[in-house]
């Protein structure tokens, strides 16, 4: 009887491997992606960190950078899922300014997680008096909307 328990304890292990590998060494969660840290240590784009969590439903959104540069602005954030059933859906997230404009989307990339989602949404290059930027989501019953200065001093 003991021989089976170690098995399955074994077997165990050995299916977690995988799940245990992308945790420690994935590139999405530890890192900025490369062609994005180039950027910004080449002088080309200045990132802000953000550092903000907040709550949809049963969700948390985890905002970490926004990188500026004059080609375009990258957000890059997590998503913890707890709500099951329901992707998040990243292009519901409005990028605005104190000004009242609204920064379209451009393109987004996801990678997905045990936890949730690692995503990096791209928009139009924000205008050069814009001091905070807001951000909208609206999702039929699911709302929130936070403001980030980038003023890196008041962060």
């Keep these: 009887m003991k021989w089976i328990r ?3 304890i074994v077997i165990a292990l050995i299916i977690l491997i995988p799940d245990i590998i992308i945790l420690t060494v994935s590139t999405f969660d530890r890192d900025i992606p490369k062609d994005i840290q180039k950027q910004v240590d080449s002088g080309e784009a200045k990132m802000i960190d953000l ?7 049963q969700d948390k959104i985890r ?3 926004l990188v500026l540069s004059d080609d375009e ?3 890059i954030y997590e998503v913890h899922t707890e709500e099951i059933g329901w992707t998040f859906p990243s ?5 605005k300014d104190e000004n009242g404009n609204t920064y379209n989307g ?6 997905s997680q045990s936890w949730g989602e690692f995503i990096i949404h791209t928009y139009k290059p924000l205008k050069d008096d814009v001091e905070t930027v807001i ?13 980030f200065s980038l003023n890196q001093e008041e962060l």
């Design 135 to 147: 951000i909208d989501f609206q999702w039929f019953d699911k709302s929130i909307q936070t403001e």
């Design 6 to 8: 170690r098995l399955i």
């Design 73 to 75: 602005t990258t957000l």
């Design 91 to 95: 292009e519901a997230l409005d990028l």
């Design 106 to 111: 451009r393109s987004g990339s996801s990678s």
């Design 63 to 65: 905002f970490k950078h």
């Design 51 to 57: 550092d903000k969590e907040v709550t949809i439903g």
